[in-house]
């Protein structure tokens, strides 16, 4: 470990360590406009082929990440700071030697070429990562900030949709087309590398001109300002404050859009007739359906209805999160996300921890890091 820890309990004077050179303050930042966005996943992804449309031609829905896909709805924000870049091994160490930060987990390294990851120089701009949820939060609260929500993080991960943007990847330069990640360069995510190289981060923040695909996102305001917000993409996935919950965009009180065939008794033949088919339906659920016959009927409806809301009339997220739960959202994709996980690199990918025990707010991960956020005053 680095000689600051025993800096720390040489020097304390009124709770403050002395000696100690802080890390550079990471630059944030500010959010104010397009705070009224439509949150959740866009659409059904494929495994396989995350650009096509699953609900088009002959394609299942069970070739799909996103089987319990819920409605988009239209949400209002508050104006909040965000941080450039995620948190850095030498800014959560330091948080450590001060005494803010619980000790993490520094044994697992990110790749084999990083066996000392968390301990030397050289990669002490790079993402921290093997955090627990609390050690994550109490890093924020250490510089004066939180943990984003999940709407907050895919405000910025979609863009200002009042200068024209929303994004499918937050990524720029990867729209549409994920396939773009793998050329001309090759972004941190295991899904867009050469398979000859280790999954490994990149520093917190790549040098570049901001031209074509990078690990960035380019926040845009209506008086033409720009500016670049790193690794929302790849590098690390990321904690967020709120707790997990599939359907959070559908009413609970209202009828469904549409009647699945699940429903349906056997000899129910008008039921039959009208139901929506679902191939891969888990545990009787059925959130989003493809229709049989696109082309006569809308290519996909929801087994559910979302609450009324719209731009003029949006939510507010404490319209639609819960207050308690066993797991909290972790947003983006990661240097380990392989093309089975490519449906999560898009900006409204909810679903991450919906089928891992292992993404539990107490567990760490060696491709989950964080970064924070701060109200404005």
Not at 37 to 54: I, K, R, Y
Not at 145 to 170: C, H, I, K, M, S
Not at 173 to 193: F, M
Request: charged content about 25%.
């Amino acid at each position: 470990m680095r000689s600051w820890a025993l800096v720390f309990f040489i020097f304390v004077s009124s709770g403050c360590a002395v000696g100690i050179t802080p890390p550079e303050t990471t630059e944030m930042v500010k959010i104010d406009e397009g705070l009224v966005f439509q949150f959740g996943a866009d659409g059904p992804c494929s495994v396989a082929e995350p650009d096509l449309n699953v609900c088009d031609g002959d394609k299942e829905l069970n070739d799909s990440n996103y089987v319990n896909l819920h409605p988009r709805v239209w949400v209002q924000l508050k104006p909040f700071f965000v941080d450039l870049h995620e948190v850095t091994n030498i800014q959560y160490e330091f948080c450590e030697a001060m005494g803010a930060c619980p000790k993490h987990n520094v044994v697992n390294a990110v790749a084999a070429s990083q066996a000392k990851y968390h301990l030397t120089d050289e990669f002490d701009g790079f993402p921290v990562v093997q955090v627990t949820y609390d050690q994550a939060e109490a890093y924020c609260q250490f510089v004066g900030g939180r943990l984003p929500t999940e709407f907050e993080w895919e405000r910025v991960a979609r863009g200002n949709l009042d200068a024209g943007q929303d994004r499918l990847y937050p990524a720029e330069g990867v729209d549409q087309d994920l396939l773009a990640c793998k050329s001309p360069l090759e972004l941190p995510t295991d899904y867009c590398r050469n398979n000859e190289l280790e999954a490994v981060p990149t520093a917190a923040v790549i040098a570049g001109n901001n031209d074509g695909p990078m690990d960035h996102v380019i926040e845009k305001t209506k008086d033409g300002t720009q500016t670049a917000i790193y690794h929302m993409f790849g590098n690390a996935a990321e904690w967020t404050s709120s707790f997990y919950g599939a359907d959070i965009t559908c009413d609970a009180d209202t009828t469904l859009g549409c009647k699945p065939c699940w429903e349906c008794s056997s000899n129910d033949d008008a039921c039959k007739e009208n139901c929506k088919e679902c191939t891969d339906c888990k545990d009787g659920e059925c959130a989003y359906l493809c229709s049989d016959n696109p082309v006569d009927s809308p290519a996909r409806s929801f087994a559910c209805v979302p609450p009324t809301n719209s731009k003029e009339s949006p939510l507010s997220p404490a319209d639609l999160s819960l207050t308690k739960g066993a797991k909290r959202v972790i947003r983006g994709g990661s240097v380990f996300d392989k093309t089975s996980r490519a449906c999560l690199f898009q900006s409204g990918a909810r679903d991450r921890v919906q089928s891992s025990s292992a993404l539990t707010p107490d567990r760490t991960q060696p491709y989950v890091g964080f970064r924070c956020v701060k109200d404005v005053e």
